[in-house]
C-alpha cells in the first residue's frame, strides 16, 4: 500500500493564500501522475488539478484556474497545491492522489482513474 501524507491545510480568510503538499514514496512517486481532489461539505469529490510525470503539463479544474497552482519536485517526492484569492467555495477537504503511469506527459481528471489517496487535509475559508 503506497501512504501519501498530505499537509498545509488550515483556515483562512477570503482573499487569503495556502500551500498545500503532499508526500509519498520516492519510486513510486516519480513514476505516477499526480492529482489534487477536494470534497466540500456534503458534496462529491471534485477535481481541483493534475500534473504529469514531468511536471510539465498540469491541468485545472475550470472553478480554480487562474488561482490555484499546481507543482511537483521529484527530487523530494512532493506534490504542491499553491492557492490563491481563496474562497469560501473552496472550503473542502483536499486529498492528493497518484496513479501508476507509463505515460510521462498524460493527466487524469477522474478519481477512478487514481490508485493511492492521502488521507485529506482539511482548508476552510471565512468570508
Known amino acids: 500500500q503506497v501512504q501519501l501524507v498530505e499537509s498545509g491545510g488550515g483556515s483562512v480568510q477570503a482573499g487569503g493564500s495556502l500551500r498545500l503538499s503532499c508526500t509519498g514514496p520516492?519510486?513510486?512517486?516519480?513514476?505516477?501522475?499526480m492529482a489534487w481532489f477536494r470534497q466540500p461539505p456534503g458534496e462529491e469529490r471534485e477535481f481541483v488539478a493534475a500534473?504529469?510525470?514531468?511536471?510539465?503539463?498540469?491541468g485545472y479544474a475550470d472553478s480554480v484556474k487562474g488561482r490555484f497552482t499546481i507543482s511537483r519536485d521529484n527530487a523530494k517526492s512532493t506534490l504542491y497545491l499553491q492557492m490563491s484569492s481563496l474562497e469560501p467555495e473552496d472550503t473542502a477537504v483536499y486529498y492528493c492522489?497518484?496513479?501508476?503511469?507509463?505515460?510521462?506527459?498524460?493527466?487524469?481528471?477522474?478519481?477512478?482513474?487514481?490508485?493511492?489517496w492521502g488521507q485529506g487535509t482539511q482548508v476552510t475559508v471565512s468570508s
Open positions: 492522489a497518484a496513479r501508476n503511469n507509463v505515460n510521462i506527459f498524460s493527466i487524469y481528471v477522474r478519481g477512478d482513474q487514481y490508485d493511492y
Open positions: 520516492g519510486p513510486t512517486f516519480s513514476s505516477s501522475t
Open positions: 500534473i504529469d510525470r514531468a511536471g510539465r503539463f498540469p
